[in-house]
């Protein structure tokens, strides 16, 4: 049988009980041209909360009924395509679903022999390319700039800390709690760590970007993005890559007060959406890859298990209770 | 004598009449290498509010029992100054004050046979180089764009809005009431204006510009910029000139709420400070200069008299009692 999350309801803050509903359905049969995947691994993103809203953004709302939006990785069992044959690991969009029959439109064959499954939707997938992107296209460090990063331990911002030392900046990273900061610092060699449960985020900044910020990667808005503003240098870059202080409030989202800062610091705030670089991903998967492979780039996975426990993981993203990248194993053994 | 106008103390708020002092002192006499300039216009600008704060900013601010910054042109009446002989018109930063002695740094000359002084502190000074630099190097207008600009009606926005026109774009002005806006669109050649005080900007943005925005140029900040932020196309650049509905805030400044449509749309926010132009003003004032003697471009002052009005006449900056670059004539006849 087929399991199935389907969404049920827009949640108004934080997804409950009611918003997505598990159906278990028969597998679907491939039709001609298209093939069976069974997946293995869904990805949990910060980003699928705003899929679920009702509003005009980079792609549409997940309508009521639908199968959850969700990146995954799973194998080829059928195949009635010319394609891929059976066997074929492939990352796509397969939504929060244990089958998926599809023509593979959206579908890449990844290659288990460099990288088991979880990273192709982690560092060598989405979060790693919008690390990736968003930093150097979009941030344009240099070499000695300071990087600050929020959601620094997150599948994004642990590569886009790492990414910065690599191209011979100081990292410096915002993360919830002693532990993480620590992974952040001790594990994959940013040069500072900023603890925004137990310290203050300003006296932090002053503390760990002496000469102030060059580029602010922010994933997560609100105060933290106000205290980072306060401390731009002159020129300075700021990718908005998300905003996940907000992305629950049942309020008006919180502007950052801090704007004008901008102004004086002649500095610029710009939208990163990485779908628009779907036509590098190659270049961006290779590069990562091959820093992997001299361990320069280390990749971190959080993995649970059970599709039945789709929203209680899910909801581990907004309440920080994870490390890396958040990934469910939806395949039943 | 020379009355000068001097900072008596920091404002909360509005500047109220304890805020500046006037004092009347004997003419300074100026020194060797030394010239003594008459001024005859203050320029007024929603900046100097900014440079009253004891605030890090992108000038030192001004010092309390200093003259209040401004700039001013003026004529050279006495010179032991090789460089300026008397006679000469000067601009440049001579403060709220009727004389100054100086040797000259930061004031250059300006050809009255080309345009009345007033226009060197506005269209061919400070303001006008704000609109070029800020529209064509932050902006980056394209041929067809839409451009929309707040203080659509002052010495930058006016500016703004006829650059856009001269370079192919649609362009929309927002101004306080039925005057100005006729003003934008009967005189200047604006495509379309709203009036933010008489109806929704929401509304007023959608009707003007059916095709979104690609361009908005901001100089007022608040809930004028939220909402052009909600109506922006993908890629639209938004230059941060300045944020006139905040500066007298007795709280918080009001972030933008919107501002997740950045990311959405892929736009960026830029600040602007006029002063990193400075080796280019040349060319600006010579292609705003040609624009005006082929008359594509128009420049209006709104001239008051007397330094003793020097309060009631700045505090029409905020309360929008001006059209066009509001000037202060200090010199008596």
Known sequence: MNKQVKLAKRPVGLPDEETWVMETNPIPEPADGEMLIEQHYISLDPAMRGWMNDARSYIPPVQIGEVMRAGSVGVVTKSNNGKFAEGTVLSGWGGVQQYIATNGAGFYPVDTNLAPMPTYIGTLGMPGMTAYFGLLEVGKPREGDTVLVSGAAGAVGSIVGQIAKIKGCRAVGIAGGPEKCAYLVNELGFDGAIDYKNESVSKGIKRECPDGIDVYFDNVGGDILDAALARIN????????????????????????????????????????????????????????????????????????????????????????????????????
């Open 234 to 333: 002159r020129g300075a870059r700021i990718p908005i890559c998300g905003a996940i202080s907000q992305y629950n409030n049942t309020t008006a989202i919180k502007g950052p007060a801090n704007y004008l800062s901008l102004l004086v610091n002649r500095a610029s705030m710009t939208g990163l959406v990485v779908l628009d670089y779907q036509d590098r991903y190659m270049e961006g998967a290779m590069q990562m890859g091959q820093w992997m492979a001299q361990g320069k780039l280390k990749s971190r996975e959080d993995i649970y298990e059970g599709i039945e426990n789709f929203r209680e993981t899910f909801l581990r993203l907004f309440n920080g209770d994870k490390m890396g990248k958040l990934v469910l194993k939806v395949k039943e053994d």
